[in-house]
């Protein structure tokens, strides 16, 4: 690491502490050289492999501007959107892998946004999944519907009636 200050090609390190849930480590270093101390952040690189082979880094933007086009119209925040990108990039982090295939990242993408908005879900599966009739439609709207009695069905925690003593 060079000094910022110096130049100087070496620097010895300080303190480490993670930062941002654990995915990077914030340093503080000083130059042996000229004495002056200067703070690094590291992360782990995270590439996406596209379709066409190419790869790029990770990019949470992307995965906004995605999610904001499916959202819009909704009620979604833009603190709830910020949210799902965060739920996403944790999810891709956690499988531990440091290139991962873009089909995985939109699939990373679908269970958080059905459990943010249906209606934001169906529009993002319809385009992420190549919905091509209304049959495709039909069919996620029964899986979600499905989805959605099973866990109304769940026993919920039950209550003393009456006051409390």
Known sequence: MHCPFCRHTDSRVMDSRTTDDGSSIRRRRQCP????????????????????????????????VGVRKACQGRPVTEDDLALLAQKVEETIRSAGSAEIDAHEVGLAVLEPLRELDEVAYLRFASVYQAFDSLDDFESAITLLRAERDATAEEPQATRPVGPQQ
């Open 33 to 64: 050289e000229c004495g002056r101390r200067f703070t690094t952040v590291e992360t782990a690189s995270l590439s996406v492999v596209k379709r066409s082979g190419a790869t790029e880094p990770f990019s949470r933007a992307k995965v906004l």
